[in-house]
């Protein structure tokens, strides 16, 4: 029997964490955490939460289940288990792939009213996605590669985007 999998998925938009995410979590029966659904407040786009509301749920999520899977953009959040002892996978793989994966992403009902609206908020998107190679803060390459370097646990960065079709026996080695 495998060992019990706690991961955390950091990576930019459009990057496969919640692909992935998913993924892990019905192969391996672990509860899914997208940090998007506690990092902001019900109901609004792009209104954030109390921060420390947000860790306190991610915490709640976290000590609650015995498996888990927590993926977003959100190194404070992720941080905030880090102290569990997670593997910590950065999904980085590259500026063009995040692009293409953002232009034919399937409609987010849990972020967007209609298809329409996250079509309309696309490009706005996709200016925010290429932006997170030049900025600064927790949602930026930077912030992710600081944060990943710093981690002393199971680590994993992955450069390329795995098929999940036919997954990598490596990758499948690695998350036990």
Not at 8 to 29: C, F
Not at 90 to 119: F, I, M, T, V
Not at 155 to 173: F, G, H, I, V, Y
Request: net charge negative; proline share 6%; hydrophobic share 40%.
């Amino acid at each position: 029997m495998s060992e019990l999998l706690r991961l955390a998925i950091l990576g930019n938009s459009g990057s496969g964490k919640s692909t992935l995410a998913r993924w892990v979590a019905d192969q391996r029966g672990a509860a899914l955490l997208d940090l998007d659904t506690v990092a902001w407040e019900p109901d609004q786009i792009a209104v954030p939460r109390d921060a420390g509301a947000a860790q306190a749920d991610v915490l709640v999520f976290c000590q609650s289940n015995a498996q888990w899977v927590i993926e977003g953009c959100y190194a404070s959040l992720v941080a905030t288990v880090l102290p569990l002892g997670p593997r910590l996978m950065l999904l980085n793989p590259g500026e063009e792939q995040c692009l293409q994966n953002c232009r034919s992403r399937p409609w987010e009902p849990h972020k967007y009213a209609s298809r329409e609206e996250q079509d309309q908020r696309l490009a706005g998107l996709l200016a925010w996605v290429s932006d997170y190679y030049r900025r600064d803060g927790e949602m930026s390459l930077a912030g992710h590669l600081a944060l990943y370097a710093a981690y002393s646990g199971t680590k994993r960065e992955l450069t390329a985007q795995p098929s999940l079709e036919s997954p990598p026996d490596e990758l499948l080695a690695w998350l036990g």
